[in-house]
């Protein structure tokens, strides 16, 4: 599945699990860092989600008033 098609819940689980990865150390640091970039990544997709669903409560407000 895509960046594109993870669902706001989808992203938001597996960010957790990367920054729980990256807290628990031990990995190499080439690791580290693919982790920290699809951390980014995933970071990025919820940051869309919650940015649409925002504009979403903004569109509806206005039309309400």
Known sequence: MSDENLS????RTELASV???LEQGGGSLEESLALW???EKLADVC???LDGAR????SARAARD
């Open 55 to 58: 504009e979403r409560i903004e």
């Open 19 to 21: 920054v729980e990865r």
């Open 8 to 11: 706001y819940e989808q992203a």
């Open 37 to 39: 970039e699809r951390g």
């Open 47 to 49: 940051q869309r989600w």
